[in-house]
């Protein structure tokens, strides 16, 4: 920057170190603090930014080191300082010192913790499964008038949701909504996944028209849950009128929602045709398969003894204007005999809807 008459500030001293941690670059940004801190007057933020990057890559021993160092060149910590400390410390599991450092910085600095100084330990609670230190935390925080954010919100939400607490999660989400928060689709989410491991066809549907209500869109997420739980339990209706309502509610299904329908249907009883509709809706809007959902169904098609129907769909495959569906009309011509050996049943249901969405891109196999 000097070369160009330009002479680097403060501000672009931080932008750099902040770049650096971000990036998870911690070692390197604390060599570049040591190499050029020395031509700025360092202060409150620079060590901030150094000691939250610490937090970040679970280094709580070097987040208190450079705390300690602030302190004795005299640079008074302050409000966010001790945040990104307390954030580092419960980070790698010591919770003890993180609480010293709240009550130090009340009684010997005399400042006022915000929302921030409490999210760390509430985050350390949920991932400790601790239901009840969480809420007493949020407690304290209400006593403070203090609002956690969505993200700390939606981190009580899925510990709740995770021990079968559900009523009590419904209650953090009201209280989102009344301190004027607004819940994202992970807070939705959570909720209805919860729903669909348990099959609640109805509080699922609320919950989707919720959604609509709080003008929170629901995502692939969403509806890859609901449609498969929906197919699992036979409601195959409610799963074609969920479907037809997804580009009204301007979400425009890919691969994964295809193959919740394609994948679901293949596997009940008398569907297969509906299932053939469905792949080629997704051939025609050129969206290419995954190969897992080209074998599901052309095996299905081969033990039915439609093979003509199977031509069908090769041969639409062949005509699409995308490449990687051409290509793809190959593993549609092949043939799977070993697959013959398996269990002749064509009245095989769909699995559990509790399978992670990765699942859907390679490891869906009949008769899983």
């Known amino acids: 920057m000097a070369g160009f008459g330009f002479h680097p500030t403060l501000a672009d001293f931080h932008s ?16 570049f603090f040591r ?16 000691i939250s990057g610490c937090a970040v890559v679970e280094k709580p021993e070097n987040a208190q080191k450079l705390f300690d ?51 760390p330990f509430l985050r350390a609670a949920c991932a400790s499964k601790d239901a009840r230190d969480a809420l007493r935390v949020l407690d304290r925080m209400r006593m403070h008038d203090l609002t956690p954010n969505v993200f700390t919100y939606n981190a009580i939400i899925r510990l709740l949701c995770e021990l079968g607490e559900i009523e009590e999660a419904y209650n ?35 919950l989707i028209a919720r959604m609509d209500k709080g003008l929170c869109v629901p995502d692939r997420h969403s509806y890859n849950m609901l449609l498969k739980m929906l197919i699992g339990v036979g409601r195959i209706d409610k799963a074609v009128e969920v479907w037809d309502g997804m580009e009204t509610r301007g979400f425009h299904p ?38 897992a959902t080209c074998e599901v169904l052309r095996d299905r098609l081969t033990r039915h003894g439609l093979r003509d129907q199977l031509e069908v769909l090769i041969d639409r495959m062949r005509r ?22 398996r269990s002749t049943s064509s009245d095989q249901e769909l699995p559990g809807h ?15």
């Open 16 to 31: 750099l170190l902040f770049a650096l941690c971000h990036n998870g670059l911690v070692n390197h940004a604390e060599v």
């Open 35 to 50: 190499e050029s801190g020395a031509h700025f007057d360092v202060s409150a933020k620079t060590y901030t930014i150094l």
């Open 69 to 119: 160092e602030m302190v004795e060149r005299g640079v008074e910590p302050d409000v966010p300082a001790y945040n990104a400390l307390i954030d580092a410390l419960c980070r790698g599991g010591d919770i003890a010192r993180a609480q010293e450092h709240l009550k130090d910085m009340q009684q010997s600095r005399g400042l006022v913790p915000d929302a921030a100084t409490y999210g």
């Open 172 to 206: 953090i989400l009201g209280e989102i909504i009344t301190r004027g928060e607004k819940p994202d689709v992970w807070t939705y989410n959570t909720l209805l996944n919860a729903h669909c491991k348990k099959n609640e066809v109805n509080k699922s549907l609320r």
């Open 254 to 291: 890919g691969a994964a929602t295809y193959a919740v329908m394609i994948h679901g249907l293949s596997c009940k009883k008398g569907r297969l045709e509906e299932a053939c509709g469905y792949f080629v809706m997704m051939v025609d809007e050129g969206i290419p398969p995954y190969q």
């Open 320 to 341: 699409s204007t995308s490449c990687t569906i051409q290509e793809m009309a190959s593993i549609m011509r092949s043939s799977k005999r070993a697959d013959e050996t």
């Open 354 to 368: 509790d399978l992670d969405e990765n699942e859907w891109r390679g490891k869906w196999k009949l008769g899983d």
